[in-house]
């Protein structure tokens, strides 16, 4: 049973666009949440991460939003940079667990 | 920052044989580690978390007995795939926590094909 969703398998976004992308959890124990970028055949890279007791947290171009009631959280990229061009996974643990429940990913594609 | 070095990168084995994947935390002791499976366009799969000092916990369907984990030292986890099929290729990845609000570091993968 999957935990985690990711709906949108890829995104195609402009240079310098925001990129928005989307998870969904069903699991209301979750409480930690982060986000990781991940190129092919290399290990994913951590990008972000919220606790439940935040909604928003920042760093740089990436931001994370978590609505807690519905139960999803997104991630937006602004601007969108080539680099950006990468598979991001969203992932989820619950309190005193320390076990990731990730999504199934969303490629994102930045174009020129 | 925390690094999670993994070995080897990709490694092709024939059926029947076994396989032994490292990883190993460079600069922090990690007294958990965990192992997962990536299918093509398919999400992270835990196989099993990696105790130091102790057996591993494996997941429900993952077979222990062909799985092998061990975990000697706070720095080094492996992971033995024993009596390798075309179907246990796919891509191995370990991770360890360095601590609190660091979040998970991953290894980059072993990929492994069995021919």
């Known amino acids: 049973d999957q935990q985690v969703k990711q709906n949108s398998p890829s995104l195609s976004v402009q240079e310098g666009r925001i990129s928005i992308l989307n998870c969904d959890y069903t699991n209301s124990m979750f409480d930690y949440f982060l986000w990781y970028k991940k190129y092919p055949a290399e290990g994913p890279t951590f990008l972000i991460s919220?606790?439940?007791?935040?909604d928003k947290n920042e760093d740089g171009r990436f931001t994370v939003f978590l609505n807690k009631s519905a139960k999803h959280l997104s991630l937006h990229i602004v601007p969108s940079q080539p680099g950006d061009s990468a598979v991001y996974f969203c992932?989820?643990?619950?309190?005193?667990?320390?076990?990731?429940?990730f999504g199934a990913g969303t490629t994102v594609t930045v174009r020129a | 920052g925390a690094v999670v070095s993994q070995h080897p990168s990709w490694v092709i084995c024939k059926s029947g044989t076994s396989v032994k994947i490292e990883c190993r935390s460079l600069d922090f002791q990690a007294t958990t580690m965990f192992w997962y499976r990536q299918f093509p366009k398919q999400s992270l799969m835990l196989m099993a978390t990696s105790n130091e000092g102790s057996k591993a916990t494996y997941e429900q369907g993952v077979e222990k007995d062909k799985f092998l984990i061990n975990h000697a030292s706070l720095t080094l986890s492996t992971l033995t795939v024993t009596s390798a099929h075309p179907e246990d290729s796919s891509f191995y990845i370990c991770s360890a926590m360095p601590g609190q609000g660091y979040g998970y570091t991953f290894g980059s993968g072993t990929r492994l094909t069995v021919v």
């Open positions: 992932a989820a643990s619950a309190a005193n667990d320390y076990k990731l429940s």
């Open positions: 919220i606790s439940s007791i935040k």
